[in-house]
Structures are given as structure tokens and as C-alpha cells.
């Protein structure tokens, strides 16, 4: 007897399509806020609410998992470390997360500086041109991720 095959919610084809240009989306919005929005605190707003509608779009992504995805994620939840292992993980953890904020941080305040002598040089909308940009280069930095955890997977 055929059973049919459970498919997915989401096609993983369209689905890395359709992530691919939220991303992106999302990328240049945040970083053309400045031209659009004077108002530090109306920016704020508006960048928490592209990283809201980012993270519910992820979520409902996030739904489409088929079994073996789900599963393949639950068992590498339930490995449990050893004392040892577990406390060298914490500190590459913090040291990883502390590396990436200062990373972002750097990579901000060079990215409003770019801005700011465009500004100088009488480009009109700085920021936009930088954000279009950055959202341009997004689906090769997100096919260079994909391709790590590939390589990390394989490797476990």
C-alpha cells in the first residue's frame, strides 16, 4: 500500500527564495531608517519594528520544518556535553558573542561614517543607496552560511 509522502508546509525552494528577499528587504530598510526618519527615538521604533516583522516571518518559516529537519534539530538539542566540554563551549560562546558585537558595533559606526561623507558630497540619500546595497549582497552571505553548516554537519 502507497502512502502518501508528508510534505512540507513550506517548499524549501521558495522558502530559501522568500527568506532570502525578507532578509534582504529587512537589511535595507534598517539601514536607510536615517534618511526617512529624523527622530532618534521614531528610528528606534521603526528598526524594532523591521526586527519584529523579520522574527514573525521567521517564526511562520520556522513552521514548515518537515520531520527529519525537526528531528535531526531535537537530537542535536539532547547531546549532552560533559563538565569539561560544557564549560570550554561556555567560554568559545561568550567569546563568540562578545567578538560578534563588537563586530557589529565597528561595522555600524563604519557604515555611518560611509554615510555621512557621501553626505558631505552631496549624495542625496546616503543611507539608502548603502542599505540597497547590503540587502543586494544578503543572498550571498546567506548562501555562504548555508554552506558552513553544511560543511558543519557533515563534519559531525
Do not use: C
Amino acid at each position: 500500500m502507497n502512502t502518501p509522502q508528508r510534505r512540507s508546509a513550506v517548499d524549501p525552494v521558495s522558502h530559501n527564495s522568500w527568506a532570502t528577499a525578507a532578509e534582504g528587504l529587512a537589511t535595507a530598510l534598517w539601514y536607510s531608517l536615517p534618511d526617512y526618519v529624523v527622530s532618534r527615538k521614531r528610528r528606534a521604533a521603526a528598526k524594532a519594528a523591521v526586527v519584529v516583522g523579520a522574527g514573525l516571518y521567521g517564526a511562520y518559516l520556522g513552521q514548515g520544518l518537515d520531520d527529519e529537519e525537526q528531528r535531526e534539530d531535537d537530537e542535536d538539542i539532547e547531546a549532552q556535553p560533559s563538565d569539561g566540554d560544557a564549560l570550554r563551549q561556555g567560554v568559545v560562546i561568550v567569546a563568540a558573542g562578545v567578538a560578534f558585537i563588537g563586530g557589529a558595533v565597528v561595522f555600524e559606526r563604519l557604515i555611518q561614517r560611509s554615510a555621512e561623507s557621501l553626505s558631505e558630497r552631496g549624495v542625496k540619500h546616503p543611507h539608502t543607496g548603502i542599505g540597497v546595497a547590503l540587502g543586494a549582497l544578503t543572498p550571498f552571505a546567506q548562501q555562504g552560511i548555508q554552506r558552513a553548516a553544511g560543511r558543519q554537519r557533515r563534519a559531525a
